[in-house]
C-alpha cells in the first residue's frame, strides 16, 4: 500500500494566489516526520518544511506552512502568494521513527505551474 | 544545514562503462543515503552508507551493480557499473543534518548512457 499519496500529478495556479499542494500519509508508528521538498527543474533537492506527528501547532517557514491533520493523516503544503519561482515540482516524505535506519519514504510528486 | 558537493554534475556514458559519483560535505555526518531519481519519477534509495561499515542497499539494489564507499565521515561514493541506457537517472546523495529532521542533499549528477 502506498505510505504517502500525493493526487495532484500537475497544478496551474496564477501567480499571486495561495496553492495547496495536497499529500496524505498511511502509518502505525505513533512518532513520525513529514517532510516537504522543492525540486525545481535544475534537480536539486530543496527543503521546504517539517513537522513531527507530536507537534501541537502547524509548521510555518516565511510563505510555506503544513496543514497538518493528524486524524485525517493529511499533511498539505500552503504556499502563498505564489510566485513564478514556486513552479517546480514538490514531493512530500514521510519518516517513521521506528525505521531506524531513517529512510525517508517518498511521494509521487506534484508539478506545481504558476502563470504569469 | 550541511553544504553537500557532487561530482560530476552531469555526465554522458556508453553502455557497459561504469561511472563513480563523489559526495563530499562539509561536516561529519554518520549516515549518507544514496538515491536514483529515473526520468519524471520519484525518489528511490539505492543504500544507506555509514563509516566503517557496509553499506545497506534497499531490494531491487545490488552492491555489485552500485558499489558503494565511504571511508570518512565527510566523503562517498557511488560507483554504477556496467551501465545500461536504464541506468540513465539523476543520482543524489543526503545527509541527515546534525540535530535536525531534515535531510540535506547535494545537487545531483545527471547520467544519460548511450
Known amino acids: 500500500a502506498q505510505k504517502i499519496t500525493q493526487t495532484q500529478p500537475g497544478m496551474f495556479v496564477q501567480e499571486k494566489e495561495a496553492v495547496t499542494l495536497d499529500c496524505t500519509y498511511d502509518?502505525?508508528?505513533?512518532?513520525?516526520?513529514l517532510f516537504w521538498y522543492k525540486q525545481p527543474s535544475s534537480g536539486e533537492m530543496i527543503f521546504l518544511i517539517y513537522?513531527?506527528?507530536?507537534d501541537q501547532q502547524n509548521a510555518t517557514e516565511g510563505r510555506y506552512s503544513l496543514n497538518f491533520q493528524k486524524a485525517r493523516k493529511s499533511a498539505n503544503l500552503v504556499i502563498s502568494a505564489s510566485q513564478l519561482g514556486d513552479s517546480a515540482m514538490y514531493f512530500c516524505?514521510?519518516?517513521?521513527?521506528?525505521?531506524?535506519?531513517?529512510?525517508?519514504?517518498w511521494g509521487a510528486g506534484t508539478k506545481l505551474i504558476i502563470k504569469p | 544545514s550541511a553544504v553537500i558537493s557532487q561530482k560530476p554534475s552531469r555526465d554522458i556514458c556508453q553502455r557497459g562503462t561504469s561511472l563513480t559519483i563523489q559526495c563530499q560535505v562539509d561536516?561529519?555526518?554518520?549516515?549518507m543515503f544514496w538515491y536514483r531519481q529515473q526520468p519524471g519519477q520519484s525518489l528511490t534509495l539505492i543504500a544507506t552508507a555509514n563509516q566503517g561499515s557496509e553499506a545497506t542497499y534497499e531490494s531491487g539494489f545490488v552492491i555489485d551493480k552500485f558499489p558503494i564507499s565511504r571511508p570518512n565521515l565527510t566523503f562517498s561514493t557511488l560507483t554504477v557499473s556496467n551501465m545500461s541506457p536504464e541506468d540513465s537517472s539523476i543520482y543524489l546523495c543526503?545527509?541527515?543534518?546534525?540535530?535536525?529532521?531534515?535531510?540535506?542533499f547535494g545537487p545531483g549528477t545527471r547520467l544519460t548512457v548511450t
Open positions: 513537522q513531527g506527528s507530536y
Open positions: 516524505a514521510m519518516r517513521e521513527t521506528l525505521n531506524s535506519n531513517y529512510q525517508l519514504i
Open positions: 502509518t502505525s508508528d505513533p512518532s513520525y516526520g
Open positions: 561536516s561529519q555526518v554518520t549516515m
Open positions: 543526503s545527509v541527515e543534518g546534525l540535530g535536525s529532521y531534515e535531510q540535506y
